[in-house]
Nanobody
Framework: EQLVEESGGDSVQPGGSLRLPCAASRRIFNIYTLGWYRQAPGSQRDMVAIISPTGMTQYADSVKGRFTISRDDAKSTVYLHMDSLKPEDTAVYYC????????????WGQGTQVTVSS
């Protein structure tokens, strides 16, 4: 079941910026904590940032100070704004409900590819 849709992935140079949107239904957007996750080749999927319906946020140490997660109530969309991108940020990025991502059998969408290289 697809509850959210991530997009916006691209290839950028180190130091560049990128914004990823995650569109959700109004019900999902208003009730559930949403988050961005990423998985680099050969690595485990990790949490990047999460945001609650009230706007409370949390970030992975590796992106704190560089990435910002935000909510647009009018569009029922969560954004991940990424600044000062590094090659190690290269990964497939996924948007998901926090509860679903942390369940015993999580389900994921296709993800969107972000590549940071010279």
């Amino acid at each position: 079941e697809q509850l959210v849709e991530e997009s916006g992935g691209d290839s950028v140079q180190p130091g560049g910026s990128l914004r990823l949107p995650c569109a959700a239904s109004r019900r999902i957007f208003n009730i559930y904590t949403l988050g961005w996750y990423r998985q680099a080749p050969g690595s485990q999927r990790d949490m990047v940032a999460i945001i609650s319906p009230t706007g409370m946020t949390q970030y992975a140490d590796s992106v704190k100070g560089r990435f910002t997660i935000s909510r647009d109530d009018a569009k029922s969309t969560v954004y991940l704004h990424m600044d000062s991108l590094k090659p190690e940020d290269t990964a497939v990025y996924y948007c998901n409900l926090f509860d679903r991502a942390n369940s015993q059998f999580p389900e994921w969408g296709q993800g969107t590819q972000v590549t940071v290289s010279s």
